[in-house]
């Protein structure tokens, strides 16, 4: 059984939660990014955007800064297309502002915007009965429908463009493959990421992270009755 572990400085959300429950005086603020990625998948690199939230301010008046990944988009059928890229990356995002919220940590609850992408969408046509984030899943299996999750872990290296430099990173990305009602569906999270250049110093701590954030998902899917055997990198 893995131990529950607040990190030092925060680079979660959930240690942000814990470290305002010990009593710390937390401050939050928060900048995005949407940058443009090369991934090499397999023998099928493809070009993506991730959408990139930083999270800034200072714990007990030291400062602290971490990033997360809530969504990658692309126009092709290897991730969610761009446009329903934004609306997953808002739906975890707004997740994520609500527990701040609730533990009494004052952030400016913005989102991701299409106004900030530098490409054209096609307009998006989906069914708003379907469920398009991990928790709007868990919402339907607690109504009653039966649902088997099967997860699948890989680590997807990927080259993130910035102005003028590029950065080779490392992204442990989970996908779950779900059955429900005689139908397939495919969810994606990344659960951490770090520069592939520190390697040697990251890869333990970031999987360490991934597989908390994992933890938290399988607790929810056995709540919720999601049949899912449970994997960790």
């Known amino acids: 059984?893995?131990?529950?572990?607040?990190?030092?400085?925060?680079?979660?959300?959930?240690?942000?939660?814990?470290?305002?429950?010990?009593?710390?005086?937390?401050?939050?603020?928060?900048?995005?990014?949407?940058?443009?990625?090369?991934?090499?998948?397999?023998?099928?690199?493809?070009?993506?955007?991730?959408?990139?939230?930083?999270?800034?301010?200072?714990?007990?008046?030291?400062?602290?800064?971490?990033?997360?990944?809530?969504?990658?988009?692309?126009?092709?059928?290897?991730?969610?297309?761009?446009?329903?890229?934004?609306?997953?990356?808002?739906?975890?995002?707004?997740?994520?502002?609500?527990?701040?919220?609730?533990?009494?940590?004052?952030?400016?609850?913005?989102?991701?915007?299409?106004?900030?992408?530098?490409?054209?969408?096609?307009?998006?046509?989906?069914?708003?009965?379907q469920p398009v984030t991990i928790h709007d899943l868990i919402a339907v299996a607690k109504a009653g429908q039966a649902i088997r999750v099967e997860p699948s872990l890989e680590w997807v290296s990927a080259v993130e463009h910035f102005a003028n430099q590029h950065s080779k990173t490392i992204f442990l990305m989970a996908n779950f493959r779900i059955d429900r009602q005689d139908k397939i569906t495919r969810y994606e999270r990344c659960l951490a990421c770090y520069p592939a250049e520190s390697d040697h110093a990251e890869r333990q701590k970031k999987i360490t992270i991934a597989n908390q954030r994992l933890k938290l998902l399988y607790e929810e899917y056995e709540q919720a009755a999601i049949q899912c055997e449970q994997r960790y990198f």
Do not use: W
């Not at 446009?83 to 940590?105: C, F, K, P, T, W």
């Open 1 to 129: 059984m893995m131990q529950k572990q607040t990190h030092y400085p925060p680079c979660r959300i959930t240690d942000l939660v814990e470290l305002k429950k010990q009593g710390a005086d937390l401050t939050c603020q928060t900048t995005f990014e949407i940058l443009p990625v090369e991934f090499a998948y397999h023998d099928n690199p493809f070009r993506a955007h991730i959408f990139l939230c930083m999270f800034n301010g200072t714990v007990n008046g030291e400062e602290y800064s971490f990033r997360k990944c809530y969504c990658r988009g692309c126009p092709n059928n290897l991730c969610p297309h761009v446009s329903q890229a934004v609306m997953i990356a808002n739906r975890y995002l707004q997740r994520d502002y609500h527990r701040l919220e609730q533990i009494g940590i004052a952030v400016d609850k913005r989102l991701f915007s299409l106004e900030e992408m530098t490409v054209k969408y096609e307009d998006l046509h989906e069914n708003p009965a």
